[in-house]
């Protein structure tokens, strides 16, 4: 999958700022006291999560990630990645997967080691990106056809690995694990952005469309952000910002109190 080594500033200026938007639903669904944010990347998540008074366990696979998240939280920060936790068995009662599941290469087993690691009554809340769900990689996808990008074959799962890519499916995953599904639904909010934020994230290669702009020929990435700079200055708000609609697939999961492990 993706490597986010050294990343996590240009990151933290552009994508972590529309993984935010899905972040007070996640913190609302779960219980107060303390929470485990599984791929928290920066912190943001669990930045908010501290401010309310929750007491907070973080782990990122990214060394960079890591260390941002060390500057930003009180709590304790791990180097970790799924499916492979260092936690004791049924340890959790609330667990935050913002973002994550999208990402990782075993995204069953992943869902396997979440439901061994949550204790039975508690629950675990966890976002994708759903297929056809994103505005704003649209908009880059125009972009990249009128600055003549040639699109690198994307990164796709094995068949036997690989799921349908929205709430359903991401509630069967859970399912498959074992797992209640309490909710499974649609989150849609509004993603504003400078256009030179996300461009620092598209330049360090972040996301699908990050990797596209990373694998142009340098005269071909100072086109694209050309265009992209003419096609923001189009629509940009009058504070400076663009705003894209956003969706996301959502569920929140429960392990069955008194079930075995």
């Known amino acids: 999958m993706r490597d986010w080594t050294a990343a996590a500033e240009a990151y933290d200026r552009s994508f972590a700022t529309l993984c935010d938007g899905a972040a007070p639903r996640l913190l609302a669904d779960l219980p107060d006291g303390e929470l485990l944010d599984v791929g928290c990347g920066t912190g943001r998540l669990a ?6 008074g929750r007491t907070v366990t973080a782990l990122d696979a990214d060394e960079s ?44 087993a992943a869902l396997a080691e979440l439901r061994r690691v949550l204790r039975p009554g508690g629950r675990l809340a966890m976002t994708i990106w759903p297929t056809g769900g994103a505005s704003w990689s649209a908009l880059l996808g125009e972009v990249f056809e009128e600055a003549g990008a040639v699109l690198p074959p994307p990164e796709r799962l094995p068949a036997d690995e690989d799921f349908d890519r929205g709430a ?6 859970a399912r498959e694990a074992r797992l ?8 849609h909010w509004d993603w504003r952005i400078r256009p030179e934020s996300l461009w620092a994230g598209l330049q360090a290669g972040i996301a699908t469309p990050g990797a596209v702009v990373r694998a ?4 071909v990435r100072d086109r694209i952000r050309e265009v992209w700079v003419a096609r923001a200055e189009d629509f940009a708000r009058p504070d400076g910002t663009v705003a894209f609609p956003v969706r996301a697939a959502y569920v929140l999961a429960a392990r069955s109190l008194g079930e075995e492990a």
């Not at 930045?47 to 309310?52: D, F, G, S, T, Y």
């Not at 359903?168 to 995953?173: I, P, Q």
């Open 47 to 52: 930045v908010r999560a501290e401010h309310a």
């Open 180 to 187: 209640e599904v309490v909710e499974a639904r649609d989150l």
């Open 168 to 173: 359903d499916g991401l509630a069967e995953l």
């Open 65 to 108: 990630m890591v260390e941002a998240a060390r500057r930003r939280l009180r709590g304790q920060v791990l180097r970790a990645a799924l499916p492979d936790l260092p936690l004791p068995d049924a340890g959790e009662g609330a667990i935050a997967a913002n973002f994550v599941i999208n990402h990782v290469g075993r995204p069953r």
């Open 216 to 219: 142009q020929t340098p005269p």
